[in-house]
């Protein structure tokens, strides 16, 4: 088991983003309430006030959101961060640059408005305005609360002894992956498709997204490439031009509803890697979404299984990402 895992690390590399953005609050006091009665204070805490516009910070939280999707588009949850493959770090890093850059203008933009902003926020509560400004502080000294920054990392398994629980944690890797094809396929069944008759090409990009995370992890659970191909099998044959709807629609529909369910993709998966056609196992899937659906049935199929009649077409599991620091929305919602 620990060379196993130790061929697995070797492939992939580990990254820990650390994302620091100042927190406009300050704390309450009695004497904020003008000598008001107050519980005591093992029955309530006072809270806090906010000394400035929360508004003026939300590009700081929707950059952290946009290199968390990225880690999380490109990568799996690992040890209190991702990790992702080693051929793929390259590139990632290139993209939290971008994000860093942003976040650094960002920060300079704010920290030179501040003081309007500050005057801003006071004039528009006056009758707090002193409350408020007791706890103010100048910008010099929140500049040093913001800081976007990441670190790149190799894990190893040390003696057998003492490396058991990263061993388990290696070997949890698939189920975790797993796991996230999920996640991301409900988030897109929610956002994208439920309740739709049409979609545009763009819907298909989060289908992409997922075939290629797929085949980029199949080398920590092999299971994953021949889910990633059954995607892809979804994916072939669609129209270059127009909406996408009727028969198509049902068929991505039918693999973004088994998607959602972990224990439904673990148990396709293995029936692919036992060898059954993907296509027979996306007939299968589409016919459990709707039977009625118009497809084509072909006699003594294996398992049972019908053929879906579609154009054959190579997945090509290699190629780089095509959309730089998406968010996880992919721009549909």
Not at 114 to 128: F, G, I, M, T, V
Not at 142 to 158: A, C, E, G, T
Not at 280 to 293: C, G, H, Q, T, Y
Request: hydrophobic content about 45%.
């Amino acid at each position: 088991m620990t060379q196993a895992a130790d061929i697995i690390l070797s492939k992939l590399t580990a990254i820990n983003l650390n994302v620091a953005i100042w927190a406009p609050k300050g704390r309450l006091s009695a004497q904020d309430f003008n000598g008001a009665e107050l519980p005591a204070a093992e029955l309530a805490a006072l809270g806090s006030k906010k000394i400035c516009d929360p508004q003026s910070l939300k590009i700081f939280s929707a950059l952290k959101a946009s290199a968390i999707n990225l880690l999380e588009l490109n990568g799996t949850p690992f040890i209190g961060g991702f990790v992702v493959p080693e051929n793929r770090a390259l590139d990632l890093r290139d993209r939290l640059v971008d994000i860093q850059t942003d976040f650094q203008e960002a920060k300079l933009e704010f920290i030179e408005a501040y003081a309007k902003s500050l005057e801003s926020w006071l004039s528009a509560h006056p009758q707090w305005e002193e409350t408020v400004a007791s706890s103010t502080i100048s910008a010099k000294y929140i500049q040093k609360d913001f800081y976007f920054n990441w670190l790149f990392y190799k894990v190893s398994v040390p003696d057998r002894r003492i490396g058991d629980n990263l061993i388990y944690e290696v070997e949890a890797l698939g189920d975790r992956l797993f796991y996230d094809i999920s996640k991301s396929a409900r988030n897109v069944w929610a956002n994208v498709y439920e309740g739709t008759s049409q979609v545009s090409h763009d819907a298909l990009m989060p289908l992409r997204f997922m075939r290629d995370k797929l085949g980029f992890f199949s080398f920590v659970e092999p299971k994953a490439l021949g889910l990633a191909n059954l995607i892809g099998e979804a994916l072939n044959g669609i129209p270059k031009r127009g909406q996408i709807k009727d028969q198509t629609l049902i068929r991505l529909k039918a693999l973004l509803s088994m998607l959602q369910n972990p224990d439904e993709i673990l148990e396709y998966a293995q029936k692919i890697s036992q060898g059954v056609q993907s296509s027979i196992v996306l007939d299968s899937i589409i016919r459990s979404f709707d039977p009625k659906a118009d497809i084509k049935i072909v006699e003594d199929s294996p398992l049972g299984f019908a053929d879906y009649n579609i154009a054959a077409g190579a997945t090509n599991l290699n190629d780089s990402m095509d959309e730089e620091g998406a968010l996880d929305s992919l721009g549909l919602w």
